[in-house]
């Protein structure tokens, strides 16, 4: 049984490798030669949190190789967690007619629990503020397909590094390689203890500032994220820090030339909208990327 729960539990730089080769494969391939290795299966989507992007591609991967899809778009409202179900019972239920799971909760360690009273593979579609697995595969495949490398980089990290669950598995993933972080965030939403130590661990220098000044000039990725309103309790605490750090085209002036802008999306006013323009931006680019990586992920956990 295949689950993905954590980035942690891709080690395997060769594994991370053939992952990326076959993504790539897939954004060259014509839709008619798409290979089926998921035909005769069912793969269900139970979000109990929004989503565009994480949803959507899955569901198009999950169809693209041949598998028939079930889904609740909102679970939270529309499943029967409305009555109280717990999430170990739904995913018992899913099992039955599901061969596979991909699941969003909006509390961390939901995804560990379903994928304990699962009889098939849950996939973490992101758990609270706690993890976003699959983003962070296709924000490595991003980097390394602009870069042509992992090794040797500058990754800066700007905005909610606190309750970024897209922040949390990829600094995770990237510090398999050799490479150094910049962390720009207000201070009440810089990077946890927790994430600095496992990635100083893994060798990563981390450097944290509560300003991006310093580091434009050196990094060759600069990650946004958006702030995420939904883990404040108090409105006044997120409007104090919404608009701490906005991209625009007079900050792009200071960054790299040759650097790349990623952020996951959806993004709210963090980058504004002339940047979408500027070469270096490649948040597009990386969402249509998770099409690609899913389907090479899918491809994966059904190959054996
Ligand atoms: C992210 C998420 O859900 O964590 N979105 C996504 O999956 N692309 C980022 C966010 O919501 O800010």
Redesign the pocket.
């Known amino acids: 049984m295949k689950h993905v729960i954590s980035i942690t539990q891709f080690k395997d730089k060769n594994q991370l490798k053939q992952l990326f080769d076959r993504a790539k494969e897939f954004s060259q391939m014509p839709r008619e030669k798409y290979p089926k290795p998921l035909a005769h299966a069912t793969v269900a989507t139970v979000f109990y949190?929004p989503?565009t992007?994480?949803r959507l591609s899955f569901e198009t991967a999950i169809q693209n190789l041949g598998a028939n899809l079930i889904s609740t778009e909102n679970a939270g409202q529309f499943s029967s967690a409305v009555k109280g179900e717990t999430i170990e019972d739904s995913v018992i239920i899913l099992s039955g007619y599901a061969q596979a799971i991909v699941m969003?909760h909006p509390e961390v360690g939901s995804a560990e629990r379903a994928a304990n009273a699962s009889l098939v593979p849950v996939i973490n579609?992101?758990d609270g503020a706690g993890e976003?697995p699959t983003?962070a595969l296709l924000d490595g495949y991003t980097i390394y397909d602009n870069k042509g490398k992992l090794d040797g980089l500058k990754i800066g990290l700007v905005g909610d590094l606190l309750n970024?669950?897209?922040i949390h598995s990829l600094i995770q993933l990237l510090s398999l390689y050799d490479v150094e972080f910049y962390c720009a965030a207000p201070d009440s939403l810089q990077l946890p203890e927790k994430y600095i130590q496992l990635v100083e661990k893994n060798g990563a220098k981390v450097t944290l500032l509560d300003s991006w000044d310093t580091m434009l000039d050196k990094i060759d990725v600069l990650y946004m994220?958006?702030v995420?309103k939904e883990r404040f309790e108090a409105i006044e605490d997120y409007n104090a820090v919404k608009d701490s750090f906005i991209l625009d085209s007079q900050i792009m002036k200071k960054l790299n030339k040759d650097a790349i802008v990623m952020h996951?999306?959806?993004r709210v006013n963090e980058i504004t909208i002339d940047v979408d323009k500027d070469p270096r931006a490649k948040y597009f680019e990386e969402?249509r990327n998770?099409l690609y990586v899913r389907m090479a992920l899918l491809e994966m956990i059904f190959s054996n």
Do not use: D, K
Request: proline content about 10%.
């Open positions: 949190e989503s992007r994480t969003r579609a992101g976003h983003q970024g669950r897209t994220t958006r995420q996951p999306l959806p969402a998770g």
